[in-house]
């Protein structure tokens, strides 16, 4: 999915568990499955980090 309730503000799309398919990964999207280079659970503070480097979504509508 690469929009959602509340892309256009910003908001995060965590998800998990896909078989075989490339996700385009722009904007606030993460994969938060556990994977070979991270078997354990994200902590909270460890999806901000990442989320906080991540661009803004594509359809994201700056307020003025």
């Known amino acids: 999915m690469i929009s959602w309730n509340r892309s ?6 965590l998800y998990g568990h ?3 398919k490339k996700i385009p990964i ?3 999207m993460f994969d ?4 070979k280079d991270h ?3 994200y902590s909270l503070d460890e999806i901000i980090d ?3 480097s991540k661009p803004n979504n594509w ?6």
């Open 8 to 13: 256009h503000y910003n908001s995060l799309n």
């Open 18 to 20: 896909v078989h075989n």
């Open 26 to 28: 722009d904007g606030k």
């Open 32 to 35: 938060v499955c556990p994977k």
């Open 39 to 41: 078997m354990y659970p």
């Open 50 to 52: 990442i989320m906080e």
């Open 59 to 64: 359809d994201y509508i700056e307020r003025s």
